[in-house]
């Protein structure tokens, strides 16, 4: 009985390691998803690298950042019209954009993004 529930245990870990595993990156997302707009600064977006731009927003703190992407902003749809991604995903995104502009943020944990969407 113990031996099956552990390997249960074991296999769902396994599993859930495996799909974290699968999350793009940030230069992925941008690639295949931001670069639409914030590559030609389509409909007011920050250009990817633009410093000035960018700075105003990453005064702002990524939780900021993080929270407009996810959820939308403007014009922008919520996780640029792709709810395929995940939070996770869409921060990495967010993270690689904000510090080709200057920021210096690093890769945000689950339970800021959580936060940052409260």
């Avoid at 990156?25 to 931001?34: E, Q």
């Avoid at 995104?93 to 936060?115: C, D, L, Q, R, Y």
């Amino acid at each position: 009985m113990y031996s099956e529930y552990f390997i249960s245990l074991i296999a769902g870990l396994s599993l859930s390691a495996t799909a974290q595993a699968a999350d793009k990156m940030g230069v992925d997302v941008f690639n295949s998803v931001c670069a639409a707009c914030h590559t030609t600064g389509a409909a007011g977006a920050p250009k990817f690298g633009d410093k000035t731009a960018w700075g105003k927003r990453n005064e702002q703190g990524l939780a900021v950042l993080i929270k407009s992407a996810i959820k939308g902003k403007k014009i922008m749809p919520a996780k640029g019209g792709h709810p395929d991604l995940s939070d996770l995903e869409v921060a990495r995104a967010v993270v690689h954009m904000a510090n080709a502009g200057g920021g210096t943020f690093k890769e945000p944990k689950s339970a800021e993004i959580a936060k940052a969407l409260k």
